[in-house]
């Protein structure tokens, strides 16, 4: 590789390449550290998942996957209930969110286009999507608790972006408030665009909700992950669940660019994994009992814990920066994610792991981070 990360730019890249702002994921360390910084699963997928997986690496590898992904998509609506028609399957949903900010917000050459509306503190690859697409779009300020105000998102624009539950905040709002704002959004013929990444780990989604036979609600779309609550960050499968007609427009945006991109044994994973509801039931009991408990002791302590509704928590230590606190835990073996947003600046967010993990965490946390004074 003659390019690498970090390298100057060249005078073979194009304007395009030159304006990018790429999304920077999660360190993935090579060292043996208690990794708390990317949101995965600390609980393994179930052995069903497993054995399908291997039940696809036989000589079928030969030929392309079924590029409709079929049998992911019958297990994604039978789980949700749902028609096959209204979902669409991608490579990851960080693949899926990139389709649909290309494929329903107007860019910014188009003089009609307004700004999109997403939280100034949410993931942080919507406006890297949105720079992406040459998208106008306006980060609106969260509420003083770090909530997302819904008055905020009913105005005349782009579309709606929203995560929920939050990230990195972890907080939830109710799925009423969601549909306020895509009812309001409707009636201009705007999208909303719900990023249920964490919704299984909360109480509030509204995918009960999109196919209500009594209102249209065909302009908002869902997307979700197998990458946290199903413990499938290593297979790269997402999926989006809107009307028939939205996922027309994500498949021809795909098929203009990679027809194939869930492989075989991706497929056979994702349709096991969709099709087992008790194991997933389970564990995702457990991160939330565990969630719970740590954001009581860490209360104990005189942290600052905003009310998670994730499988992560977002915390401020007593005395210490964030930066400080991050690398403290570092020093002690522990791996958290901690952002550079000025306003988020004095925050960590640290993934839910095991019950053993999290009373290592614990344990740091309350002796002060002693190796790091
Ligand atoms: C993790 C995450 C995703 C991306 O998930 P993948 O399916 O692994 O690409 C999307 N949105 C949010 C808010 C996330 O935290």
């Given at each position: 590789?003659?390019?690498?990360?970090?390298?100057?730019?060249?005078?073979?890249?194009?304007?395009?390449?030159?304006?990018?702002?790429?999304?920077?994921?999660?360190?993935?360390?090579?060292?043996?550290?208690?990794?708390?910084?990317?949101?995965?699963?600390?609980?393994?997928?179930?052995?069903?998942?497993?054995?399908?997986?291997?039940?696809?690496?036989?000589?079928?590898?030969?030929?392309?996957?079924?590029?409709?992904?079929?049998?992911?998509?019958?297990?994604?609506?039978?789980?949700?209930?749902?028609?096959?028609?209204?979902?669409?399957?991608?490579?990851g949903?960080?693949?899926?969110?990139?389709?649909?900010?290309?494929?329903?917000?107007?860019?910014?050459?188009?003089?009609?286009?307004?700004?999109?509306?997403?939280p100034?503190?949410?993931?942080?690859?919507?406006?890297?999507?949105?720079?992406?697409?040459?998208?106008?779009?306006?980060?609106?300020?969260?509420?003083?608790?770090?909530?997302?105000?819904?008055?905020?998102?009913?105005?005349?624009?782009?579309?709606?972006?929203?995560?929920?539950?939050?990230?990195?905040?972890?907080?939830?709002?109710k799925?009423?408030?969601?549909l306020d704002?895509?009812d309001?959004?409707?009636?201009?013929?705007?999208?909303?665009?719900?990023d249920?990444?964490?919704?299984?780990?909360?109480?509030?989604?509204?995918?009960?909700?999109?196919n209500?036979?009594?209102?249209s609600?065909?302009?908002?779309?869902?997307?979700r992950?197998?990458?946290?609550?199903?413990?499938?960050?290593?297979?790269?499968?997402?999926?989006?669940?809107?009307?028939?007609?939205?996922?027309?427009?994500?498949?021809?945006?795909?098929?203009?660019?990679?027809?194939?991109?869930?492989d075989?044994?991706?497929?056979?994973?994702?349709?096991?994994?969709?099709?087992?509801?008790?194991?997933?039931?389970?564990?995702?009991?457990?991160?939330?009992a565990?969630?719970?408990?740590?954001?009581?002791?860490?209360?104990?302590?005189?942290?600052?814990?905003?009310?998670?509704?994730?499988?992560?928590?977002?915390?401020?230590h007593?005395?210490?920066?964030?930066?400080?606190?991050?690398?403290?835990?570092?020093?002690?073996?522990?791996?958290?994610?901690?952002?550079?947003?000025?306003?988020?600046?004095?925050?960590?967010?640290?993934?839910?792991?095991?019950?053993?993990?999290?009373?290592?965490?614990?344990?740091?946390?309350?002796?002060?981070?002693?190796?790091?004074?």
């Amino acid at each position: 590789m003659i390019l690498s990360m970090g390298s100057t730019k060249s005078r073979f890249w194009n304007s395009r390449v030159n304006n990018l702002a790429p999304y920077i994921p999660g360190e993935q360390p090579k060292e043996q550290l208690i990794k708390l910084n990317t949101n995965e699963n600390p609980y393994p997928p179930p052995p069903d998942v497993l054995h399908a997986m291997s039940r696809a690496l036989n000589e079928k590898l030969r030929l392309y996957p079924d590029p409709c992904c079929t049998e992911v998509r019958e297990a994604v609506a039978r789980r949700y209930s749902v028609e096959e028609n209204q979902v669409f399957i991608g490579n990851g949903s960080d693949e899926v969110l990139a389709f649909a900010f290309g494929a329903f917000f107007e860019s910014a050459e188009n003089s009609n286009a307004r700004p999109i509306l997403f939280p100034e503190i949410s993931y942080s690859f919507y406006p890297v999507f949105a720079k992406l697409w040459n998208l106008p779009y306006t980060a609106i300020p969260l509420g003083r608790e770090w909530e997302i105000k819904p008055e905020d998102y009913v105005i005349n624009a782009g579309g709606v972006v929203l995560a929920n539950p939050n990230a990195p905040t972890g907080i939830s709002i109710k799925a009423r408030d969601i549909l306020d704002i895509a009812d309001f959004h409707l009636a201009h013929n705007k999208l909303v665009l719900v990023d249920e990444a964490y919704a299984d780990f909360s109480d509030d989604t509204i995918l009960p909700y999109i196919n209500d036979p009594l209102v249209s609600r065909d302009n908002i779309l869902v997307v979700r992950t197998l990458s946290k609550s199903y413990s499938l960050a290593g297979l790269r499968v997402g999926f989006a669940i809107g009307s028939g007609a939205l996922i027309t427009a994500l498949e021809s945006l795909r098929d203009s660019f990679n027809s194939y991109t869930i492989d075989r044994v991706a497929q056979a994973g994702a349709a096991a994994a969709l099709s087992n509801t008790a194991y997933y039931a389970e564990i995702t009991k457990k991160i939330i009992a565990t969630r719970e408990r740590i954001s009581k002791e860490l209360l104990k302590l005189h942290f600052t814990v905003l009310p998670s509704s994730a499988n992560f928590i977002f915390i401020k230590h007593p005395v210490m920066s964030g930066e400080d606190f991050f690398l403290g835990l570092r020093k002690n073996g522990i791996l958290v994610r901690h952002f550079k947003h000025d306003k988020i600046v004095d925050f960590v967010r640290v993934t839910i792991g095991t019950d053993k993990d999290m009373d290592i965490f614990l344990e740091i946390c309350s002796a002060g981070i002693k190796s790091a004074q």
